[in-house]
């Protein structure tokens, strides 16, 4: 599992959250980027050293030029000439310190504080039962049927994402809390705690059961929709079988076998009705189902 993110945190923002979720952790953990300088104090020691060199070496080049060594003053300006050009190109270069994109990253993760989730935010079990949740939308999602308008498209991309965030957030909870419960049982407890810690812990068992009971719902309309589109592709494929049924039934009428197989290619009409029907009760099974995710 990856960050679980707020559907209502901006596509490019989500997007951005969702590929650097170590980066988050670190983050969390109190990361910061450092500070990017001004573009004036950017220069490199070597660019410095370079510049505070220039008087002398120009003092010594002329020197040289005056001198029986002026082949030789030429080859050492040609030479600083092109150093000098090489180290203006790279000082127009982004410097890999300044790392922009990880201040981008940090600048977006304090905005949307607590509008994202990370996977260190779930315990092993709050993990699984999410995994459950998230293989249900996904299924639904990217089903053909879905994708083909047959069941709510337009509710589904809404609803769909809403609880997965708000399973996920109940999950986060209950884990912190889970964390805190089994520290303090870790720390032991007076005779005289005991009474106020069992109505504390049937409180986490009922909350895990009532988050559990949403992705159970999910997972109904889950197989609802896997239902039909079973019963889409078969169709489809039926379909594609009855458009071809003329062809058949030309080389069975040449051959004179027609007799002997035409009612077993009749029953492809009669399986496509079907299908037809039973694609039609699934989606309507589906939309039920929908409906009891709504509430």
């Known amino acids: 599992m990856g960050v679980v993110i707020d559907p209502g945190v901006p596509p490019e923002v989500a997007g ?6 170590p980066l988050l952790s670190r983050i969390r953990a109190g990361w910061v980027p450092p500070a990017e300088p001004p573009p004036s104090n950017r220069k490199s020691p070597s660019s410095a050293m370079l510049l505070a060199a220039t008087p002398f070496v120009v003092a010594l080049m002329g020197l040289l030029l005056a001198s029986r060594f002026a082949p030789a003053g030429f080859v050492l300006l040609g030479t600083y000439v092109f150093i000098v050009l090489v180290k203006i190109a790279s000082m127009s270069e982004v410097p890999e310190d300044d790392r922009p994109q990880e201040r981008g990253v940090y600048e977006q993760a304090r905005w949307y ?5 990370l996977p260190e935010d779930f315990d ?19 089903s053909h049927v879905n994708a083909e308008g047959l069941l709510d498209d337009a509710r589904n991309a809404v609803m769909l994402p809403a609880q997965e965030w708000e399973i996920a957030r109940l999950l986060a909870k209950l884990s912190a809390l889970r964390l805190e419960h089994r520290e303090l049982l870790a720390r032991g407890i007076a005779p005289e705690v005991a009474a106020v810690i069992e109505p504390l812990e049937r409180a986490l068992v009922n909350s895990e059961a009532a988050v559990v009971a949403r992705v159970e719902a999910l997972e109904r309309y889950a197989g609802h929709v896997a239902e039909a589109e079973r019963a889409y592709h078969a169709r489809g494929q039926i379909e594609e079988l009855r458009a071809r049924l003329p062809r058949y039934e030309e080389l069975l009428a040449e051959s004179g076998a027609d007799k002997l197989a035409v009612p077993e290619i009749e029953r492809l009409a009669e399986d496509a009705d079907v299908l037809e029907r039973t694609l039609r009760r699934s989606v309507r099974s589906a ?9």
């Open 16 to 21: 951005l959250l969702r590929a650097n979720a």
């Open 113 to 117: 504080d607590g509008r994202y989730l």
């Open 124 to 142: 092993q079990e709050a993990r699984a039962v999410l995994t459950r949740a998230q293989k249900a939308i996904g299924s639904v999602l990217r």
């Open 287 to 295: 939309h039920e189902a929908f409906r009891y995710l709504e509430g």
